[in-house]
């Protein structure tokens, strides 16, 4: 129980060792960020990189919820009931600072099975903060030995494509119906698709969303996937209709990626674009704490009451370059 | 005709006798940042002011397009025809780099009004140089005489959310129908909304949605907002019904803001964000140039190969705090 107190290595192992809270805590100090994190991330490093991170977007509302939740489900089902982690991103209010559970809820069937783990990631209006803290908390689940990750993001904007990247093999959650296709497409998801699924197929209107999508893909293609073309899933989360499809797809992406070293470069370009988000978050903290919260506050209020404009207040502050 | 292609002083002066390609100009130096952008934004610091903007934003699929061409034409009807600006931020590919601008062939029927301009700005995976330019464009727009500037976002993500901060009156675009209301809280625009539209109301389930909307707004209630409450208005956009109604809860929202001080506050808060966002955005571009880009590179290389990790590359490239 003291365990869950301890040092971030007190905490890897316990968290080791089987204790939640502990995973929990480590979890915490990464999306906190700051020194801890920074400790965890270095005790954790080298231990990575035996799990397979899967990615699910796409639009609020396509059932992304529901359909993690009958993945989970079946990988659980699989010969050695392989443990899974889920990692839900919730876009949240940048006023009240809290993540909306929402549908984690939905998640209920598994929150008993000490095979799942299950954990929510609020925005908190740090998005540079978001960017950072989700491949690293994937690394902690991947550390700790969970063979499965599930990463579940709402799918709009350039952020949750950012944090999209963190994942080995991204699925893509549509609905059918005319015009999610091409919303898909204009939210730029149409690149980041390894694989396509149409849920609640049930609705009609499927053939069309996957000549649509076909359609886009043909425009979207691109020289550097070595060949895949993403298949398209029809699946109905609700009732677990066509999730065993989805998993062969996932089986077959894993085994396209591992070929020729595909998954190592993937991963490697992750961690660059990691070393980047990190030498850009020191550098903010350094600036607030080399100019002082004073003196910011002071030309901000300036700029405020329009005595000066922002980018000569700018210079001002840090002076000139 | 040479004027398009002189300093940004020039520019200006061409933009001001009416000349679009010269606006188009100031707007892509924006759009760029960079020292061009910091004098455009200094040259029009104080004469912006006397123009409004309403922020436009909901889920891709609303409706939102249709719904800023009816405004539009609404608007320009008015008494002295005012002059109207759409400014469209479209999410685009991270790797494309291009914006696609889909449906801004539905605002065709503008498309040969003098009185109507159109821009489309694409996030280009500049996260940080969007929440800069957007309000910036905005104040080009204002500064160079529109009395309107319609700002059309898509609402999912935080960022998004930060550039609809840019408006002077928030309009959140939802359909009727189960779930749509609950997303838009999800998304974090409950609490940035001064107005919502249902739109396509003629699909059925408007009261419905009414319902949740009041429902969710009684819980996100706030003190801060001098006893708004904000309107909610059904439209059908692609006939024009209920844009008259949209028009009026503008201009209702206009004179509460202008009470008592409320608009110059809330432009003094935004002109703050944008000062905090300059700011940042300079040290991004002095540590590159401190650094080197070499150095940086055989850094990210090493963290990618998993020779080092993250923080620890940063250490190295930036030394101890």
Redesign the interface.
């Known amino acids: 129980m003291s365990a869950s107190r301890g040092s971030p290595a007190e905490l890897v192992e316990a968290a080791r060792a089987g204790d939640r809270r502990s995973l929990a805590r480590l979890l915490s100090s990464v999306e906190r960020g700051g020194p801890e994190a920074?400790e965890v991330?270095?005790l954790l490093?080298?231990a990575a990189g035996s799990g397979y991170t899967v990615g699910l977007t796409g639009?609020?509302?396509a059932g992304k919820s529901t359909l993690v939740s009958a993945l989970t489900g079946l990988l659980r089902s699989g010969g050695d009931e392989p443990r899974v982690a889920v990692l839900a991103v919730?876009?949240?209010?940048?006023?009240?600072g809290g993540a909306?559970l929402?549908d984690r809820v939905r998640m209920g069937e598994h929150a008993l099975d000490p095979g799942v783990y299950i954990r929510s990631m609020a925005?908190r209006?740090h998005?540079g903060g978001l960017a950072l803290a989700v491949p690293e908390a994937v690394r902690v689940l991947d550390a700790l030995g969970f063979p499965w990750i599930l990463l579940e993001t709402?799918g709009?904007?350039?952020?949750?494509?950012?944090v999209a990247g963190a994942a080995d093999t991204t699925v893509v959650v549509v609905n059918p119906g005319w015009?999610?296709a091409?919303?898909a497409?204009?939210?730029?998801l149409?690149?980041?698709a390894d694989i396509f699924v149409i849920n609640k197929a049930d609705r009609g209107g499927v053939r069309q969303t996957r000549h649509d999508l076909k359609a886009m893909l043909s425009l979207?293609a691109?020289d550097d996937d070595g060949g895949w073309s993403p298949p398209i899933v029809a699946t109905e989360a609700e009732t677990g209709k066509g999730v065993d499809e989805l998993v062969e797809a996932l089986d077959a992406h894993r085994r396209h990626l591992e070929e020729g070293g595909r998954l190592e470069a993937r991963r490697?370009?992750q961690?660059?674009r990691?070393?980047?988000?990190?030498?850009?978050e020191?550098?903010?903290?350094?600036?607030i704490?080399k100019y002082g919260e004073q003196a910011?506050a002071e030309?901000?209020?300036a700029?405020?009451?329009?005595e000066v404009?922002?980018?000569?207040?700018?210079d001002r502050?840090?002076g000139p370059?």
């Open positions: 920074r991330a270095s490093f080298d639009a609020p509302g919730d876009p949240s209010s940048p006023f009240s909306i929402g925005t209006g998005l709402v709009v904007g350039q952020v949750e494509v950012d015009g999610d091409v919303q497409n204009k939210a730029g149409m690149e980041i979207a691109s490697a370009a961690r660059r990691e070393f980047h988000a990190v030498v850009v020191r550098l903010r903290a350094r600036a704490a910011t030309l901000a209020d700029v405020a009451a329009r404009d922002p980018y000569v207040a700018a502050l840090l370059d």
